[in-house]
Protein backbone atom coordinates (compact mmCIF):
# COMPACT_ATOMS: atom_id res chain seq x y z
CA UNK A 1 0.00 0.00 0.00
CA UNK A 2 1.54 3.89 -0.52
CA UNK A 3 1.84 5.77 1.94
CA UNK A 4 1.33 9.49 1.74
CA UNK A 5 2.03 12.51 3.80
CA UNK A 6 1.09 15.60 4.61
CA UNK A 7 4.58 16.73 2.98
CA UNK A 8 4.28 14.76 -0.10
CA UNK A 9 0.83 16.08 -0.77
CA UNK A 10 2.41 19.49 -0.84
CA UNK A 11 5.11 18.76 -2.44
CA UNK A 12 2.95 17.50 -5.59
CA UNK A 13 2.81 19.40 -8.77
CA UNK A 14 -0.48 21.49 -8.78
CA UNK A 15 -2.59 19.44 -10.92
CA UNK A 16 -1.29 15.84 -9.89
CA UNK A 17 -2.28 16.94 -6.44
CA UNK A 18 -5.60 18.35 -7.48
CA UNK A 19 -6.57 15.06 -9.17
CA UNK A 20 -5.48 13.18 -6.14
CA UNK A 21 -6.83 15.21 -3.52
CA UNK A 22 -10.56 15.67 -5.31
CA UNK A 23 -10.75 11.70 -5.46
CA UNK A 24 -10.21 11.73 -1.89
CA UNK A 25 -13.87 11.68 -0.48
CA UNK A 26 -14.72 8.97 -2.52
CA UNK A 27 -17.82 9.11 -5.30
CA UNK A 28 -19.40 12.63 -4.51
CA UNK A 29 -23.29 13.88 -5.59
CA UNK A 30 -23.41 15.18 -9.54
CA UNK A 31 -25.65 18.39 -9.14
CA UNK A 32 -26.29 21.44 -11.53
CA UNK A 33 -26.74 24.42 -9.59
CA UNK A 34 -28.89 27.03 -11.22
CA UNK A 35 -28.74 30.67 -9.78
CA UNK A 36 -30.51 34.35 -11.52
CA UNK A 37 -28.71 37.03 -11.76
CA UNK A 38 -30.57 40.21 -10.89
CA UNK A 39 -31.13 41.59 -14.69
CA UNK A 40 -32.68 37.77 -15.19
CA UNK A 41 -29.79 36.02 -17.02
CA UNK A 42 -29.66 32.26 -15.60
CA UNK A 43 -26.66 30.59 -14.45
CA UNK A 44 -25.70 27.08 -14.27
CA UNK A 45 -22.59 25.34 -12.66
CA UNK A 46 -21.62 21.71 -11.61
CA UNK A 47 -20.60 21.13 -8.31
CA UNK A 48 -19.55 18.00 -6.94
CA UNK A 49 -20.21 19.38 -2.94
CA UNK A 50 -23.87 19.06 -1.74
CA UNK A 51 -23.91 17.45 1.41
CA UNK A 52 -26.96 16.35 3.91
CA UNK A 53 -27.25 18.80 6.91
CA UNK A 54 -30.51 17.48 8.80
CA UNK A 55 -33.79 16.37 7.43
CA UNK A 56 -36.14 18.34 10.40
CA UNK A 57 -36.02 21.29 8.99
CA UNK A 58 -33.97 19.80 5.59
CA UNK A 59 -30.86 21.47 4.80
CA UNK A 60 -28.83 21.04 2.34
CA UNK A 61 -24.84 22.74 1.91
CA UNK A 62 -22.90 23.46 -1.29
CA UNK A 63 -19.29 24.41 -0.87
CA UNK A 64 -17.89 27.44 -3.12
CA UNK A 65 -14.27 27.97 -4.15
CA UNK A 66 -12.82 31.34 -2.96
CA UNK A 67 -14.70 33.88 -4.00
CA UNK A 68 -10.88 35.88 -5.01
CA UNK A 69 -11.84 35.59 -8.71
CA UNK A 70 -16.06 36.55 -9.76
CA UNK A 71 -17.81 33.51 -8.66
CA UNK A 72 -21.22 34.15 -10.46
CA UNK A 73 -22.98 31.06 -8.96
CA UNK A 74 -22.14 32.82 -5.73
CA UNK A 75 -22.72 35.89 -6.83
CA UNK A 76 -26.20 35.50 -7.92
CA UNK A 77 -26.53 33.40 -4.84
CA UNK A 78 -26.15 36.52 -2.70
CA UNK A 79 -28.40 39.03 -4.83
CA UNK A 80 -31.17 36.34 -5.14
CA UNK A 81 -31.27 34.06 -1.92
CA UNK A 82 -32.12 31.58 -3.91
CA UNK A 83 -30.70 28.34 -6.00
CA UNK A 84 -31.56 25.00 -7.45
CA UNK A 85 -29.92 21.77 -7.02
CA UNK A 86 -30.83 19.49 -10.07
CA UNK A 87 -29.52 16.08 -10.23
CA UNK A 88 -27.22 15.37 -13.66
CA UNK A 89 -28.20 12.68 -15.89
CA UNK A 90 -26.29 10.24 -17.13
CA UNK A 91 -26.97 10.54 -20.23
CA UNK A 92 -26.22 14.84 -20.27
CA UNK A 93 -23.08 14.12 -18.17
CA UNK A 94 -20.86 15.56 -20.56
CA UNK A 95 -23.19 18.61 -20.92
CA UNK A 96 -23.29 19.09 -17.05
CA UNK A 97 -19.57 19.07 -17.18
CA UNK A 98 -19.58 21.93 -19.73
CA UNK A 99 -21.37 23.78 -17.69
CA UNK A 100 -17.64 24.39 -15.08
CA UNK A 101 -15.89 26.34 -18.40
CA UNK A 102 -15.34 29.61 -17.69
CA UNK A 103 -18.60 31.46 -19.28
CA UNK A 104 -18.66 35.47 -19.97
CA UNK A 105 -21.74 36.61 -16.86
CA UNK A 106 -23.81 37.43 -19.86
CA UNK A 107 -23.80 33.83 -21.14
CA UNK A 108 -26.43 31.51 -19.93
CA UNK A 109 -24.62 28.11 -19.45
CA UNK A 110 -28.76 26.27 -19.82
CA UNK A 111 -28.48 27.65 -23.21
CA UNK A 112 -24.94 27.61 -23.96
CA UNK A 113 -24.50 23.82 -22.89
CA UNK A 114 -28.26 22.60 -23.52
CA UNK A 115 -30.12 22.60 -20.64
CA UNK A 116 -33.69 23.96 -20.49
CA UNK A 117 -34.41 26.92 -17.39
CA UNK A 118 -37.72 26.45 -15.95
CA UNK A 119 -39.05 28.52 -13.24
CA UNK A 120 -42.11 26.38 -11.28
CA UNK A 121 -44.45 27.83 -8.19
CA UNK A 122 -43.01 31.31 -8.25
CA UNK A 123 -39.34 29.95 -7.13
CA UNK A 124 -36.94 32.87 -7.82
CA UNK A 125 -34.04 30.66 -8.79
CA UNK A 126 -34.74 28.35 -12.57
CA UNK A 127 -34.45 24.87 -12.10
CA UNK A 128 -33.04 22.50 -15.00
CA UNK A 129 -36.44 20.71 -16.92
CA UNK A 130 -33.99 17.81 -17.88
CA UNK A 131 -33.06 16.76 -14.78
CA UNK A 132 -34.90 14.23 -13.01
CA UNK A 133 -35.11 15.25 -9.30
CA UNK A 134 -34.40 19.35 -8.76
CA UNK A 135 -34.72 21.11 -4.98
CA UNK A 136 -35.58 24.64 -4.41
CA UNK A 137 -33.59 25.76 -1.70
CA UNK A 138 -33.04 29.41 0.03
CA UNK A 139 -29.58 30.68 1.69
CA UNK A 140 -29.84 30.20 5.01
CA UNK A 141 -26.65 30.56 6.62
CA UNK A 142 -22.75 31.38 5.34
CA UNK A 143 -19.79 29.63 6.63
CA UNK A 144 -16.24 30.64 5.84
CA UNK A 145 -13.89 27.70 5.44
CA UNK A 146 -10.27 28.56 6.87
CA UNK A 147 -8.99 28.20 2.82
CA UNK A 148 -11.26 30.70 1.57
CA UNK A 149 -13.82 28.56 0.45
CA UNK A 150 -17.23 28.87 1.58
CA UNK A 151 -20.16 26.10 3.45
CA UNK A 152 -23.79 27.90 1.92
CA UNK A 153 -26.45 26.01 3.71
CA UNK A 154 -29.66 26.58 1.97
CA UNK A 155 -33.23 25.02 3.47
CA UNK A 156 -35.09 23.08 1.53
CA UNK A 157 -38.34 24.76 0.62
CA UNK A 158 -39.55 22.55 -2.90
CA UNK A 159 -38.36 18.88 -4.25
CA UNK A 160 -39.93 17.92 -7.85
CA UNK A 161 -38.81 14.22 -8.03
CA UNK A 162 -40.38 11.89 -11.18
CA UNK A 163 -42.80 9.62 -10.11
CA UNK A 164 -40.34 6.61 -10.36
CA UNK A 165 -38.05 7.93 -8.74
CA UNK A 166 -40.06 7.82 -5.20
CA UNK A 167 -40.10 4.86 -3.43
CA UNK A 168 -43.06 3.60 -0.60
CA UNK A 169 -41.04 4.50 1.90
CA UNK A 170 -39.49 7.66 1.16
CA UNK A 171 -36.29 6.57 -0.25
CA UNK A 172 -35.41 7.88 -3.63
CA UNK A 173 -34.08 5.14 -6.24
CA UNK A 174 -31.70 7.05 -8.39
CA UNK A 175 -30.76 4.62 -10.61
CA UNK A 176 -34.29 4.57 -11.79
CA UNK A 177 -34.05 8.09 -11.72
CA UNK A 178 -30.66 7.66 -13.87
CA UNK A 179 -28.70 9.97 -11.57
CA UNK A 180 -25.45 10.58 -11.70
CA UNK A 181 -22.38 11.24 -9.31
CA UNK A 182 -18.67 12.32 -9.64
CA UNK A 183 -14.85 10.53 -8.71
CA UNK A 184 -12.55 13.45 -9.05
CA UNK A 185 -12.59 15.70 -11.17
CA UNK A 186 -13.79 15.12 -14.18
CA UNK A 187 -15.42 11.74 -13.81
CA UNK A 188 -18.58 11.05 -13.96
CA UNK A 189 -20.53 7.48 -13.42
CA UNK A 190 -23.32 5.54 -13.83
CA UNK A 191 -24.51 3.56 -11.05
CA UNK A 192 -25.58 0.32 -10.13
CA UNK A 193 -28.50 -1.06 -7.96
CA UNK A 194 -27.37 -0.64 -4.40
CA UNK A 195 -27.50 -3.33 -1.83
CA UNK A 196 -29.49 -1.78 0.81
CA UNK A 197 -29.71 -2.95 4.92
CA UNK A 198 -32.10 -0.80 6.77
CA UNK A 199 -31.78 0.62 9.96
CA UNK A 200 -28.72 -0.91 11.63
CA UNK A 201 -28.85 -2.43 15.32
CA UNK A 202 -26.20 -3.97 17.47
CA UNK A 203 -28.12 -7.86 16.88
CA UNK A 204 -27.68 -8.00 13.63
CA UNK A 205 -24.39 -7.91 13.69
CA UNK A 206 -22.69 -10.85 13.21
CA UNK A 207 -21.19 -12.09 16.17
CA UNK A 208 -23.11 -9.48 17.96
CA UNK A 209 -25.30 -10.88 21.80
CA UNK A 210 -28.93 -11.74 20.07
CA UNK A 211 -28.08 -11.97 17.06
CA UNK A 212 -30.37 -12.20 14.59
CA UNK A 213 -30.03 -11.38 10.70
CA UNK A 214 -31.87 -8.74 9.08
CA UNK A 215 -34.79 -9.78 7.03
C1 LIG B 1 -16.87 17.75 -11.46
C2 LIG B 1 -16.87 19.19 -11.00
C3 LIG B 1 -17.29 19.51 -9.71
C4 LIG B 1 -17.27 20.84 -9.26
N1 LIG B 1 -17.70 21.12 -7.99
C5 LIG B 1 -17.63 22.39 -7.53
C6 LIG B 1 -18.04 22.70 -6.20
O1 LIG B 1 -18.48 21.84 -5.45
N2 LIG B 1 -17.92 23.99 -5.80
C7 LIG B 1 -17.45 24.98 -6.63
O2 LIG B 1 -17.35 26.13 -6.19
N3 LIG B 1 -17.11 24.72 -7.89
C8 LIG B 1 -17.18 23.44 -8.36
N4 LIG B 1 -16.81 23.17 -9.65
C9 LIG B 1 -16.39 24.26 -10.49
C10 LIG B 1 -17.56 25.03 -11.07
O3 LIG B 1 -18.41 24.19 -11.83
C11 LIG B 1 -17.00 26.14 -11.97
O4 LIG B 1 -16.14 26.96 -11.21
C12 LIG B 1 -18.05 26.97 -12.59
O5 LIG B 1 -17.46 27.69 -13.63
C13 LIG B 1 -18.64 27.96 -11.60
O6 LIG B 1 -19.43 28.77 -12.36
P1 LIG B 1 -19.87 30.22 -11.91
O7 LIG B 1 -18.66 31.13 -11.98
O8 LIG B 1 -20.88 30.52 -12.94
O9 LIG B 1 -20.38 30.09 -10.53
C14 LIG B 1 -16.82 21.85 -10.11
C15 LIG B 1 -16.42 21.54 -11.42
C16 LIG B 1 -16.43 20.24 -11.85
C17 LIG B 1 -16.00 19.91 -13.25
Known amino acids: ?5 AADLNGFERIYRLNLVNGLPGFKPANLVGTAAADG ?35 NLKANGCFTLNHVPVAMA ?37 SPLSIGLRLLEEHAIS ?33 ACISGLDGYHEVKEPARFGYARV ?13
Open 94 to 130: AAAHYTSADFAPETSEFEACGFTAVYRDNFPAPYVAE
Open 41 to 75: TTNLAVFSSAIHLGSAPALLGIVTRPTTVPRHTYH
Open 147 to 179: NGTLLLVGSVEHVYVQENGLRADGTLDLVALGT
Open 1 to 5: MRHLT
Open 203 to 215: GQVPGSAGFQPAK
